[in-house]
């Protein structure tokens, strides 16, 4: 196996024979769980699938969207992560139970619903037929999903505000 295509299939993930995508996000999230921790690290790792995906994504694949291809998933569902993280040192305690998992799992969930269905600008990119649109979508996908995640904590932290007063 090159070295590109290694790439491009995280370590072989879209290898796999059924929701190879699906696959690649899933070990995206093991992966980048334990960044939640460090999170320059989980920035630069999402900065690095971006940018190393795209290289293997040109070469790998030619700038075909194969399904093999899951570097794409992999940098959009560390993007996604990004909106996981702890805001303070409060937020950071409240994390520390049942929230360390929720909004990573509700980050996935997003991402691949985003990552399916392609909504305006994600869609118009997965046409193109290069690498940055392999990327690109993906890449977006990530971005819509840390917002989301973001609004959604937002609201979780104001309606527990209220429930506590």
Do not use: Y
């Amino acid at each position: 196996m090159t070295p590109a295509r290694l790439i491009a299939t995280f370590g072989g993930c879209g290898l796999f024979p059924r929701a190879p995508g699906t696959v690649g996000s899933l070990a995206a999230l093991l992966v980048g769980l334990p960044l939640l921790k460090r999170p320059r690290m989980l920035v630069c790792a999402a900065m690095a699938a971006t940018l190393v995906g795209w290289w293997a994504t040109a070469r790998a694949g030619e700038g075909e969207d194969h399904s093999w291809i899951v570097i794409d998933e992999v940098a959009g569902m560390w993007i996604a992560l990004l909106a996981c993280l702890p805001d303070s040192h409060q937020d950071e305690a409240a994390t520390k139970a049942t929230h360390r998992l929720l909004w990573p799992i509700v980050a996935f969930g997003l991402f691949r619903l985003f990552d399916i269905t392609k909504p305006g600008p994600i869609g118009a990119l997965d046409r193109r037929h290069d690498a940055i649109g392999v990327m690109g979508d993906d890449v977006l996908a990530g971005f819509a999903s840390a917002g989301c995640v973001r609004v959604l904590r937002k609201i979780w932290t104001c309606g527990n505000k209220t429930v506590s007063k």
